[in-house]
């Protein structure tokens, strides 16, 4: 006699037992309790999530004799359904009796009296895939339903029905039981079972079932043949051809550490275990998204797929690296299914994370005709100074000749790239001469309470998390960050004036300056030099953005000027107005 399934031996009997579906069997439940049962209810959702089994409970609890308490499994009703004999609860499969004819034969026999109970109850499983004829007999009964007839459909398609069988039913959607709920539950069965079930393979199988608890059911009584009476993580994926959470990260670092030969030893390991690459992918993403949360939380409450210690060796790298590395193997996913081999197409994209690099300037171009006439308008961007110190407005001069129309073809536009403003080691040097350990101390309280997660995240707190304090004075503030791209992105005029104005809106008023932590590390090493030979330079002059402003603002505000620096100062005559004239 062959052994009973155990998504069968530990289907729910009542509503108690039924797991990840509340609102569904509150509302049930109340209905069945103040005789409010509706004439036909209709159950969608994903496979495995109790469609059928909260059909089979609300058709004994409309017949059972004990209203407060059904389905009590004690009444005769209660008794004839659980064994499966009782006349008036109808299951149907559509997916075998699709044609019209036998729905109408269901109606015919619906108009009958009830042979046992008080209600004919009709269980129509997969009811999506009805015929057009079969559904519209079926609509016309839901339209004009006998007093004695309920229907309970279940389908996982509903967008396949017709909106007006939809319409006459009270739909319940079922949703995907929680991971943890279920681990829980195939802990409990386990115990009840008499063989072990690790806590770490429970969680695994929770993530395998994608939320139905008959997937992991099934998944549990596999796992149980193969292993015996101990079930633990690596028999999991062993035979699922899975990877631990542990491989996942060694193989992380490998790529942030632009380690070639351990990527291609870890794939090939992988593959000869009969690793699902497309699996892999995904629980890559997974730990990069754990990553990311933790290092901006630093909570590990948050993490799904990682534990803090693995999350934390993945937290060094930006934020904007991991979430890159993410989208490249996002991007790469659909590739596996087309792909001749996994392998192959893995490691490609391993490779693609392991060279992204978050791009520091955008610079378009563009192939267009430029008349001749303009020609001579287009003037290259100058770099600012490294001090931020305001330029001088310079006259324009004489255009120079300008090319023959005839001569001027398609030329290429560059649109001006704002260039970041770097600091030498010199001027590093310059700014640690004003530091001290009070100001550092008294910026970094400040900026602790802007990095508080209380505090919502915008660009510029997330531009913060990418930097740390060096150094700091009275008027300005030195961060170091770990790459390049960083440093340019903070460093050009309109992010670090937008920098500069939200550290002053949160009582930091003291300019920002940002390098690489290398640099900051050789310059520190200078600076102590210079100390002891006592050839330290000046300490830098720093100019605020709000005070380059104000004082381009006075510039730009006076119409003597403007009209100087428009038509040449040579061609300007002022003439004073008369007094008492306007």
């Given at each position: ?77 209660c ?76 389908t ?19 949703s ?23 806590e770490?393979a429970?969680?695994?199988i ?58 291609l ?23 990069l ?113 300008v ?6 073809k398609k ?20 700014i ?61 005029e ?34 102590a ?10 300490p ?43």
């Open positions: 006699m062959s052994r009973i399934a155990l998504y069968q031996k530990y289907r729910s009997q009542t509503f108690d037992e039924v797991i990840g579906q509340d609102y569904v069997v509150r509302s049930i439940r109340n209905a069945v309790k103040e005789q409010k049962v509706g004439h036909a209810y209709l159950f969608c959702g994903p496979r495995g999530t109790g469609k059928t089994t909260m059909a089979r409970l609300l058709a004994r609890s409309i017949n059972c004799e004990h209203p407060e308490k059904a389905p009590c499994g004690e009444c005769p009703s008794k004839a359904a659980l064994a499966g004999t009782h006349p008036d609860i109808i299951e149907i499969n559509a997916a075998n009796e699709t044609h019209v004819e036998d729905i109408r034969d269901l109606i015919e026999r619906a108009r009958l009296a009830p042979m046992m109970s008080k209600h004919k109850v009709y269980i129509i499983d997969e009811v999506h895939q009805l015929s057009s004829a079969a559904s519209s007999a079926l609509l016309k009964t839901l339209e004009e339903p006998p007093e004695h007839v309920v229907f309970i459909l279940a996982t398609d509903p967008q396949k029905m017709l909106k007006t069988i939809i319409s006459r039913c009270q739909r319940f959607d079922f995907k039981v929680d991971t943890e709920k279920i681990k829980d539950h195939l802990l409990d069965i386990a115990g009840k079972e008499g063989f072990v079930l690790d770490a429970a969680l695994k929770a993530e395998l079932s994608d939320g139905g608890m008959r997937d992991a059911l099934s998944i549990l009584e596999q796992a149980s043949s193969y292993a015996g009476d101990h079930i633990s993580e690596e028999s999991i994926d062993e035979i699922f051809g899975l990877t631990s959470t542990t491989e996942e990260v060694d193989l992380l670092k490998d790529i942030l550490d632009s380690n070639m030969e351990g990527i030893e870890r794939v090939r390991s992988f593959a000869e275990h009969g690793t699902d690459f497309r699996r892999l992918s995904n629980d890559l993403v997974n730990a998204k754990d990553a990311i949360i933790f290092q901006g939380t630093k909570n590990a409450d948050l993490l799904h797929h990682l534990n803090a210690d693995q999350a934390s060796k993945l937290s060094d790298p930006p934020m904007q690296k991991l979430l890159g590395m993410a989208r490249v193997m996002m991007k790469a996913q659909p590739d596996f299914a087309l792909a001749q081999s996994q392998e192959t197409c893995f490691t490609l994209a391993c490779f693609d994370m392991m060279m992204y690099e978050q791009p520091s300037v955008q610079v378009v171009q563009k192939t267009a005709e430029v008349p001749a006439e303009n020609m001579h308008a287009y003037i290259p961007p100058q770099p600012l100074p490294v001090s931020f110190e305001p330029q001088k407005t310079a006259v324009p001069s004489e255009p120079s000749p090319q023959p129309a005839a001569e001027v030329e290429e536009v560059h649109i001006p790239v704002e260039q970041p403003q770097l600091l030498s080691n010199e001027d590093v040097i310059s640690l001469v004003s530091c001290n350990k009070a100001y550092k101390q008294e910026v970094q309280e400040k900026l602790n309470r802007i990095m508080d997660p209380s505090v919502p995240m915008n660009r510029w707190k997330n531009m913060l998390r990418q930097v740390k304090l060096g150094a700091a004075s009275d008027k300005a503030v030195l961060l170091f960050a770990g790459s390049q791209a960083a440093v340019n992105t903070m460093m050009c309109s992010t670090n004036r937008g920098l500069y104005e939200y550290l002053k809106e949160n009582g930091i008023d003291r300019m920002p300056y940002v390098i690489q932590d290398q640099e900051f590390s050789q310059a520190c090493h200078a600076f030099a210079r100390m002891k030979d006592h050839t330290l330079p000046q830098k002059e720093i100019t605020f953005w709000s005070r380059q402003e104000a004082e381009a603002g006075k510039k730009e505000d006076d119409p003597e000027q403007r009209v100087m620096a428009l038509y040449g100062a040579e061609n300007v005559k002022v003439i004073d107005q008369p007094k008492g004239e306007e």
